[in-house]
Structure formats: C-alpha cells, structure tokens
C-alpha cells in the first residue's frame, strides 16, 4: 500500500481549499481531487458521480479536521461534532473526548488526552465499523503522538518517534 494524501488548508480559517489523493494499494490505483469553494459552500471533485457537491460552511475533509480538532480546547468528557465532506458525501463526524492518560512514545513520554472519532462511510480499508482512537497531547499544542485503529483487513498503529 502506498497512498499520498495531502490536504491545503486556510491556516486562519482552519478550513480545507483544495485535498487530493494519490492511492496505490496492490492492483487498485486512483487519483482524486477535491476543491472547496467554502464562500459558496460546494466541492468540485473529479470523484466520480460527485462532480460539484453542496457543503456545510467549513466542512471538512478527513486530514484537515485533525487541525481542526486540535485548534479546540479538549475536556475529557466533552462530544462535538465537526461538518466533512469524505469520499463524495456530507457526514456530521462526531468525537469524544476520553481520559487523560501519559503516552510513551520514541519520541518521548506525553501527558495525553484520548480523541475517538466516530467513523464514516464505507472506504477500501476504513469503515463505520471501526474504530479509531486519536492520542493528542494535554496542552495547547494538542500534537498527535499515537492512534491506534482496529480495520477490515487488520489493525493501524502510528507513534510519534521525533519532532521539533
């Protein structure tokens, strides 16, 4: 598997204007792009059967909304939901905020706070099914350091081993 996917985003605003994906995983290969004419609330995609889709004023895609959720201040406890627009379709995307706990990592031990979205639509390798747990760290930087996901053919594991 060997997939690019890079998000632009407003860096005031916290919202995407253009994503793209570049994705080769065994025979599957495809190209998709996204443009996000927030203004107007419609994405032009070459997705196909997409073409030109109305969105929710600051939706977001599924790379972006991870700085979006960082910009929030996170309580354990506390549900939000964030507008995105994910493979062709509109989703509500709803996280919670769990417990507090100290990560280790390659990088170094982090006071974290958990984050677990609830997955959406149907992808090649990610579900609604399953399960994704988001570990960020408890200050203001909220940097991503571990997740851990559970997936149709397996399981996901990304650790933080340097930063600057």
């Given at each position: 598997?060997?997939?690019?996917?890079?998000?632009?985003?407003?860096?005031?605003?916290?919202?995407?204007?253009?994503?793209?994906?570049?994705?080769?995983?065994?025979?599957?290969?495809?190209?998709?792009?996204?443009?996000?004419?927030?203004?107007?609330?419609?994405?032009?995609?070459?997705?196909?059967?997409?073409?030109?889709?109305?969105?929710?004023?600051?939706?977001?895609?599924?790379?972006?909304?991870?700085?979006?959720?960082?910009?929030?201040?996170?309580?354990?406890?506390?549900?939000?939901?964030?507008?995105?627009?994910?493979?062709?379709?509109?989703?509500?995307?709803?996280?919670?905020?769990?417990?507090?706990?100290?990560?280790?990592?390659k990088a170094g031990t982090f006071d974290c706070i958990s984050v677990e979205p609830t997955l959406v639509g149907e992808g090649r390798n990610?579900?609604?099914?399953?399960?994704?747990?988001?570990?960020?760290?408890?200050?203001?930087?909220?940097?991503?350091?571990?997740?851990?996901?559970?997936?149709?053919?397996?399981?996901?594991?990304?650790?933080?081993i340097h930063y600057e």
């Amino acid at each position: 598997m060997r997939d690019y996917i890079c998000s632009t985003i407003d860096a005031r605003g916290l919202y995407p204007v253009f994503f793209q994906e570049h994705i080769r995983e065994g025979r599957y290969a495809d190209r998709r792009w996204a443009l996000y004419d927030q203004a107007n609330r419609t994405v032009y995609s070459n997705r196909k059967g997409s073409g030109t889709v109305s969105i929710k004023l600051f939706s977001q895609d599924f790379m972006s909304v991870l700085y979006y959720i960082r910009s929030r201040s996170l309580t354990p406890g506390d549900t939000f939901s964030v507008p995105c627009y994910v493979h062709g379709k509109n989703y509500d995307v709803f996280f919670r905020c769990g417990k507090r706990k100290e990560i280790d990592t390659k990088a170094g031990t982090f006071d974290c706070i958990s984050v677990e979205p609830t997955l959406v639509g149907e992808g090649r390798n990610f579900s609604k099914k399953d399960k994704l747990i988001l570990w960020l760290t408890d200050d203001d930087r909220h940097m991503p350091v571990y997740v851990k996901s559970k997936i149709k053919v397996g399981s996901v594991v990304g650790e933080l081993i340097h930063y600057e």
